[in-house]
Nanobody
Framework: QVQLVESGGGLVQAGGSLRLSCAAS????????MGWFRQAPGKEREFVAR?????????YYSDSVKGRFTISRDNARNTVSLQMNSLKPEDTAVYYC???????????????????WGQGTQVTVSS
């Protein structure tokens, strides 16, 4: 089992920045990919970004956040971070950290490819 705990959410004005962190514990050696998803009220959970847990450092972003958000990892501390800049009101959502084990058929941009989830942290961007 892998346990995930997010932190860093909050309220920010449009154009501002926030940094989310996710601390992993438990069987972290089984992690293959770490991802961030978000879910706004009345909407489906959507992919935001993902990063490989080991080298090489492979990252992917959704088109909606590309160029504004940066995902990074610190394996020594078992953490993944999401630096969010130039925030927009449409970025308002609950943000979830997720961990996936290796699966040859996984896309890692689908929430069902992730076995472990954090409790979520609220990000609110005011206009």
């Amino acid at each position: 089992q892998v346990q995930l705990v997010e932190s860093g959410g909050g309220l920010v004005q449009a154009g501002g920045s926030l940094r989310l962190s996710c601390a992993a514990s438990g069987r972290t050696a089984s992690i293959y990919v770490m991802g961030w998803f978000r879910q706004a009220p009345g909407k489906e959970r959507e992919f935001v970004a993902r990063i490989s847990w080991s080298t090489p450092n492979i990252v992917y972003y959704s088109d909606s956040v590309k160029g504004r958000f940066t995902i990074s990892r610190d394996n020594a501390r078992n953490t993944v971070s999401l630096q969010m800049n130039s925030l927009k009101p449409e970025d308002t959502a609950v943000y979830y950290c997720a961990a996936a084990v290796f699966d040859v058929g996984a896309d890692y941009r689908r929430y069902r490819d992730y076995a472990y989830w954090g409790q979520g942290t609220q990000v609110t961007v005011s206009s």
